[in-house]
């Protein structure tokens, strides 16, 4: 079954740190770009990050510049998001995704164009307290 799996979520105060990872299986990543989304409730999804298949290229939302790292580990097929100084205005359900399409994923990370991506997670949850 071809699925990608967020893990590493949990409740941390306000300042603590957390990282994510998102892990594929039944195919490798090595070809696509991944981007991180987030859906706080109540609210629309907003792009977080994203990283280009060799990990040369990354991008962040103004919101967690600064704060968050995206990397790669193609050989553990597996991509991470480091998230330093959380706030509680980063609780939300955390997602990742696969697309071929390096320039469309981060255009979509931005905001600036909304397609079908070719693989998404089903979300870790990052609760942050105050």
């Known amino acids: 079954q071809l699925q990608l799996v967020e893990s590493g979520g949990g409740l941390v105060h306000a300042g603590g740190s957390l990282r994510l990872s998102c892990a594929a299986s039944?195919?490798?990543?090595?070809?696509?770009?991944i981007g991180w989304f987030r859906q706080a409730p109540g609210k629309e999804r907003e792009g977080v990050s994203c990283?280009?298949?060799?990990?040369?290229?990354?991008n962040y939302a103004d919101s967690v510049k600064g704060r968050f790292t995206i990397s790669r580990d193609n050989a553990k097929n597996t991509v991470y998001l480091q998230m330093n100084s959380l706030k509680p205005e980063d609780t939300a359900v955390y997602y990742c995704?696969?697309?071929?399409?390096?320039?469309?994923?981060?255009?979509?990370?931005?905001?600036?164009?909304?397609?079908?991506?070719?693989?998404w997670g089903k979300g870790t949850l990052v609760t942050v307290s105050s």
């Open positions: 039944g195919f490798t990543l090595v070809n696509y770009a």
């Open positions: 990283i280009s298949p060799s990990g040369g290229s990354t």
């Open positions: 995704a696969a697309d071929l399409a390096v320039q469309g994923m981060c255009a979509m990370v931005e905001g600036l164009i909304s397609y079908g991506l070719d693989y």
